[in-house]
């Protein structure tokens, strides 16, 4: 089964070449900056997705010094590696389709039903809009 139907659909590719921040990115980003510049913080929930958010943004060299304050502040003027950070969740979004269908199979259904399952999820609305359109919320089905 493929697991990259993010990198294979060319209106996904132009979701990297956007430089303006979503709400997501406001919101793990900013813990991201706060991992990279080892600075303390609270949160309630669990650190998992923030911490590879954090973890993909150093490989890329993010120095967290943009603080991702406001929604629609410019990547570019920051000069923030914002393609590779934005690769993080189109590669769990990718994931996400091929652990349906092995989920699927494990559970002693069919191939067809397994097959149809994951094409429901690679198909769908929401791993559509949250995967390719930078959304975070793919990570967390991992976590």
Known sequence: MCTCPFFSHP???KQLQLVSL???EVHFGKFASYYITRQ???DVHPPFAKLLFGLVG???GFDGEFTFDNIGDHYTLNNV???GMRALPA??????VSVV????K????STIIAAFSAILILFGPSLVRLSKNRGYADMLVFG
């Open 106 to 109: 494990e559970s002693g259904y």
């Open 40 to 42: 303390y913080y609270f």
């Open 11 to 13: 209106l996904a590719l």
């Open 58 to 60: 150093w490989f890329v």
């Open 91 to 96: 590669v769990f979004g990718s994931l996400t």
């Open 22 to 24: 979503s709400f997501d």
């Open 81 to 83: 590696p914002y393609a």
């Open 101 to 104: 269908y092995a989920i699927m």
